[in-house]
């Protein structure tokens, strides 16, 4: 590659060297599809993401929270944290605890704090649905950007989440906690509206990954275990990725390629991840993403009016650009 490089700086012919430079980009693009993109490559983007170190990091959660899934209620003004990092989404609200917490052991080095998600109520606040429902938590990446991050510039989120002890995950077979990304297709990929010239606005689609529990308490299994799910393939169609045979600290990454595509990698542990981390690639619902609007986080409960949701915990979610 560096030969390549010489080549192009020896030219003197400015169209030439255009060319060869478009061919550069394009190969290096190329090179990153193949190789799945390690998420954590590249350059680290201090304006978004959170090390949760400050030990005055607070939340302002402006309840009762938006459900506007479920009623069309917004309950303006929403939710955000004192460091203008995060905020809560309109759709579903916020999760019904949001607290630092001393950074649980075989975290991050140097690590003191983290950040604890829990819900009760996941649905509309004191009417319990009965029903799996499920509140976010929103990182601020467009505003503090001044727009989203182009999938050209190969952008990557990495995560460490702790996964607790059986016996304090909440006894429901189903999803119970999600990493996810708010990403947008370009508007050529859809057609036009029968009525109009104008083309149909682009549809954001969530990639992610999920973690599915099953629990002895409400399903046959001998022995309660969880699971990655993955968010989607082609067809938008989630599936059952790897089992976490391990608890305690996971590590997990989604990358996007300058072609559209998602990356999704997790490693036990809080090392950085490495190819060898490697779960899947989609072009997700059969879209090809341009831009990275956001990532965020899922809580997950049965929405009964007492019953808890896992305690989760997630530390240093942070941003890269490869490009």
């Given at each position: ?17 255009s ?27 201090t ?25 069309k ?124 010239r ?22 046959d ?13 082609e ?6 990725g ?16 300058p ?65």
């Amino acid at each position: 590659m560096s030969r390549l490089l010489d080549c192009v700086s020896s030219f003197r012919s400015l169209p030439f060297q255009s060319f060869l430079a478009a061919a550069l980009v394009s190969m290096l693009a190329a090179d990153l599809v193949a190789q799945g993109l390690v998420p954590g490559t590249g350059r680290k983007i201090t304006q978004v993401g959170d090390n949760f170190e400050d030990a005055e990091w607070g939340y302002v959660p402006n309840r009762p929270k938006s459900t506007r899934n479920l009623d069309k209620n917004d309950r303006e003004p929403a939710g955000f944290s004192k460091n203008e990092r995060w905020y809560e989404g309109p759709k579903r609200g916020q999760p019904d605890l949001i607290r630092r917490v001393p950074t649980p052991e075989g975290g991050l080095s140097g690590s003191e704090g983290a950040l604890m998600l829990r819900s009760c109520y996941t649905g509309i606040p004191g009417s319990p649905s009965y029903e799996m429902q499920q509140d976010d938590f929103i990182a601020d990446v467009q505003y503090a950007l001044g727009g989203p991050i182009p999938l050209s510039r190969a952008p990557s989120v990495v995560v460490r989440v702790y996964l607790p002890p059986f016996k304090h995950w909440e006894k429901r077979t189903g999803p119970t906690f999600a990493f996810r990304a708010s990403v947008e297709p370009p508007a050529s990929n859809h057609s036009y509206s029968r009525w109009s010239r104008k083309p149909k606005e682009p549809d954001t689609y969530w990639p992610g990954m999920l973690i599915d529990f099953h629990s002895k308490a409400d399903s046959d299994t001998k022995e309660e275990v969880a699971y990655l799910r993955i968010r989607s393939d082609e067809s938008g169609n989630d599936y059952r990725g790897p089992r976490l045979k391990e608890l305690g600290w996971w590590t997990l990454g989604m990358s996007f390629t300058p072609n559209g595509q998602v990356h999704y990698y997790a490693s036990p542990g809080v090392d950085d991840l490495t190819q060898k981390d490697y779960i899947a690639s989609h072009f997700c619902y059969g879209e090809r993403g341009i831009e990275l609007n956001t990532f965020f986080f899922n809580v997950c409960s049965a929405d009964d009016g007492r019953t808890w949701s896992t305690p989760w915990i997630i530390d240093d979610p942070t941003v890269y650009i490869a490009r």
